[in-house]
């Protein structure tokens, strides 16, 4: 199926941003809508970002509208997640996803709709 690395987390003082990026090694990848999840510990895993395959269409949770931003070049097989302004409630480990059926545009929220997982990438806010 393939492989997602993601890189880029770390530890920021709240207000500061980072930029994670996810590294695809997927066949369809130009033509696989992806996303950002987070799961903070003790709580489960949530939706925070998704872009479909031609990236013209984005979809956000609530928590990050406004504040983070979710990009992807399809040349270099990359994704990215700009995350400005952080709060310490956004710290969690960081994982990518994408869906290997292609072309979708829709339900990119959806924890099931997504078929490859990368390891994940710790994001620490400090107050």
């Known amino acids: 199926q393939g492989q997602l690395v993601e890189s880029g987390g770390g530890l920021v003082q709240a207000g500061g941003s980072l930029r994670l990026s996810c590294a695809a090694s997927v066949r369809t990848f130009s033509r696989s809508a992806m996303a950002w999840f987070r799961q903070a510990p003790g709580k489960e895993r949530e939706f925070v970002a998704a872009?479909?395959?031609?990236?013209?269409?984005?979809d956000y949770a609530r928590s990050v509208k406004g504040r983070f931003t979710i990009s992807r070049d399809n040349a270099k097989n990359t994704v990215y997640l700009q995350m400005s302004n952080l709060k310490p409630e956004d710290t969690a480990v960081y994982s990518c996803?994408?869906?290997?059926?292609?072309?979708?545009?829709?339900?990119?929220?959806?924890?099931?709709?997504?078929?490859?997982w990368g390891q994940g990438t710790q994001v620490t806010v400090s107050s």
């Open positions: 872009i479909s395959w031609s990236g013209d269409m984005t």
């Open positions: 996803a994408a869906d290997l059926s292609e072309f979708r545009s829709y339900g990119l929220d959806s924890l099931g709709v997504y078929d490859l």
